[in-house]
């Protein structure tokens, strides 16, 4: 029944979109408006549905599938309240660059805009928030949309695309037909960068004494690494981390800084408050990587590639800016660097940097600290496993003592730190990815914002690796009452009302476990990384009132860096 030219109704030509686009698995909670897609899946077993628990929770999976695989992540959900629940997945995505499609089901056309049972605006609420969204108000049109939807998700910065879909045309009849070519008017994204531009970028870092590559995100979507691995090894150039770039370049590599910004390492910020020539890739200059924009990196030329020409010049003035996409950019990069700068003693002195003020945490009190956790599954994995952070201090953690040695392995909420994101995001990436170990680690904050997830990957038994860090605080709330707002505590100890969490667990018919001892960490990750029959979980109670050094406190200037507790030691 499937080939072109076939009278179908919109409820099937919807899944012979999918197929064509090569879709796998729909994350979906169904609903009134969907009846009719949701009697036709009843019938389809070449695209899988994972039931979420919550719709919020598919917005994450889609994204954590994405980010983990380089595919477009589906979205499946009703209308009204449905629609609504995935807006923080979708403002999530959009600030991530992610590509997902988000199809919601909308009351009959005839409805729209009176206030009809279960109605919701998702065009208005998520117009900020999406890359594009669309209302199909005609089944003639269904396809075409579709097509447009991937098209627009995965192609120049990519991003969530919403598709709202009225019941009614789900019921009506066309000839479906699949296009084959997709043309948006005013949308062609810059692929290739000017050549000049190029030639120019080229002369300024062959003559650099201190250059500095800063990577973002964009060189991870864009499938660079390999490319810019060769650029920084064969030109000696040093490169940091924003951290959704991690893992760019191993973090093993005698070339890598680690992550930049207010948790970044010392020697990332010192190289970036001294370098001449900084080399932006697939980064926007964000405030968490910035701090106070005037005094960011004002020694240096700036050069800024980045396929979205909105992201030029809208935190800080660059100097030298190329748009287009930036795998193709840093091949036409090396062409041009016909001789390479002498960065030696560059490269000593940010050794130095490094020598002077590593990183560091307290292990002679016998508490478990978080620190430790993560080295321990960072050598455990090899730097090799995808660990999906959720949101607070762990999250800076993992960033800082996770050895990530490939691309696509830290997938976090970066951009709109979302707590919630990581169990959820974790099990969507482990349906794409099963060659290698997938890694959920939340704060008991944040892990309560999505447990319901939980049945979702005991149910298809995927076997996950969840991580509790409970120290009984909301942490990064606490560290910032603890620094700025003298002590007062007000809301963030959890300790008198937190659940016990090996009991709720087990409760889904996940195995649980939990330990204080940092003697026994080991032996329980090794347990845990070794089961491959479903989930399971370990929680890892810390010491309760640590902190993530190096901190820039928001808005204060790089240099401003405060490297431990009770000594701020302000750097100039
Ligand atoms: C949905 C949401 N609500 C509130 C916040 C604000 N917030 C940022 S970090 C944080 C504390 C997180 O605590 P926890 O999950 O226990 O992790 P920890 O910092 O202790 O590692 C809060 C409340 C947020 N980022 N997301």
Known sequence: MTSKGHTLIGAEIFFECLRREGVEYIFGYPGGALLKIYEKLYDVDDIKHILVRHEQGATHMAEGYARAT??????????????????????????????????????????????????????????????????????NELASTIRKAFFLARTGRPG?????????????????????????????????????????????????????????????????????????KTHRIPVTMTLQGLGALPAKDELSLGM????????????????????????????RVTGKTETFATQAYKIHVDIDPTAIDKNVLVDLPIVGDVKHILSELSVEMTESPDTEEWLKTIQAWREDCPLVYETEDGKLRTEYVIEQISEKTGGEAIVVADVGQHQMWIAQYYQFNNPRLQISSAGLGTMGFSLPAAIGAAFGVQDKPV?????????MMNIQELVTAAYHKIPLKIFLINNSYLGMVRQWQELFHEKKYSFTDLSENNPDYVKVVASFGI??????????????LDKALAYNEGPIFVEFKVAREDMVFPMVPAGASISDMMIKRLNPKTLV
Not at 181 to 207: D, L, N
């Open 70 to 139: 380089g595919k477009v992540g589906v979205v499946l959900v009703t209308s009204g309240p449905g629609a609504t629940n995935t807006v923080t997945g979708i403002a999530n995505a959009y600030m991530d660059s992610s590509p997902i499609v988000i199809f919601t089901g909308q009351v009959p056309t005839h409805l729209i805009g009176n206030d009809a049972f279960q109605e919701a605006d998702i065009l208005g609420i998520t117009r900020p928030i999406t890359k594009y969204n669309f209302l199909v108000k005609d089944v």
């Open 260 to 287: 930049l910004g207010m948790h970044g390492t010392y020697w990332a910020n010192q190289a970036v408050n001294n370098c001449d020539v900084l080399i932006a890739l697939g980064a926007r200059f964000d405030d």
């Open 511 to 524: 195995p649980a476990f939990s330990t204080d001892n940092p003697n026994e960490v080991s032996e329980l």
């Open 439 to 447: 890694i959920s680690i939340s704060g008991d904050g944040g892990f």
């Open 160 to 232: 969530p695309v919403l598709v709202d879909l009225p019941k009614d045309v789900m019921n009506a009849k066309c000839t479906f037909e699949y296009p084959e070519k997709v043309e948006i008017r005013g949308y062609k994204p810059t692929v290739q960068g000017h050549t000049m531009q190029i030639k120019k970028a080229a002369a300024k870092i062959k003559h650099a004494k201190k250059p500095l590559l800063y990577v973002g995100g964009g060189i991870i979507m864009s499938e660079a690494a390999k490319e810019l691995t060769f650029f920084a």
